[in-house]
């Protein structure tokens, strides 16, 4: 299953001093995306593709949320 939500921004960063160390981190447009990523998108993708490999990530995924000062 392939879905995007419109509006979903995906930014990557590579370390520079570690070249293996990448973050990345995704803006959503609203609160109704974010929830449909998190209910609907992440979990297909997940049943879809399997969980994250073994060795893949150095430390388990962090997941923080936050608001723009703007807002």
Request: aromatic letters at 12%; a neutral charge; glycine letters at 4%.
């Amino acid at each position: 299953m392939r879905r995007h939500n419109p509006g979903v921004t995906y930014t990557l960063h590579r370390s520079e001093k570690a070249p293996v160390v990448f973050i990345m981190y995704e803006t959503f447009p609203s609160q109704a995306a974010f929830d449909d990523m998190a209910t609907k998108v992440f979990p297909a993708f997940q049943k879809e593709h399997g969980p994250i490999p073994e060795g893949i990530a150095a430390r388990l995924v962090e997941r923080e949320v936050f608001r723009a000062v703007t807002e």
